[in-house]
């Protein structure tokens, strides 16, 4: 649940630019997310919202995974090969049973497991996910730190949240991921920004990390949309 900014000319570093880039279009999924934080029917939305972040975040450890298998598959001659591989070895492990989390947070406005786990994702959802391994798999895993940046570089603020437990109602442990990754998540950014500001990436390189950015905002606004479209508000 993304808040905007603004630069007007590109910054140096190519976590930088990649930041200032998403920046620039960032404003589908901030309307997106404004839309379902105001929903008139919150109540039965957030936990759309709830089910449909589960169907996402239990993709990113497999998915980062097999973008290390793809890293370490390199030449060795590759500049990205060691420090990309480095990076998710290390943020592997700080992504696990972030989908359990999610899970537990459904249980305790009385969504049961099974009931989750039975949900046929959305389309868009394997759109925004399946992308990720075409071209991890298919062109170069260091794509994958363009998807990485938007889903960790924004981080839903504590106002936010609290206004989302102040209209749904809903008891304290509901919230505790979106708790949780609010305060994890700054600390990420921060760290893969300084990554891919020392990574010698060559211009298509960094081309597909942008691109992978930008469509995952497209792609995360429309899975929001697609989730509250479920429920339409009443006149």
Known sequence: MPGTASAATAPDGEGARLRWKLDMVLGPLV???EALVQHPEIVQVYPRFLCTSHFIIRASVPLMETARE????????????????????EHIPEELHHDEWLLDDLES?????ASVLRRVPSPTVAQ???AQYYWVLHYHPVAVLGYIALLEGYPPSPGLIDEL???TGYPEPAF???RLHG??????RDELDAMLNGLALTPEQSTAVSVSAMMSVDLYAQAIED???EIPARG
């Open 31 to 33: 309307r997106a997310s």
């Open 70 to 89: 793809r890293a370490l598959a390199l030449p060795a001659e590759d500049p990205v090969r060691d420090p990309l591989a480095s990076y998710l070895d």
């Open 109 to 113: 406005i009385g969504i049961t497991r």
């Open 128 to 130: 925004l996910v399946g």
């Open 165 to 167: 437990a102040r209209r």
């Open 176 to 178: 505790r991921t979106l």
């Open 183 to 188: 305060e994890l998540d700054q600390g990420h």
């Open 227 to 229: 989730l509250i479209g």
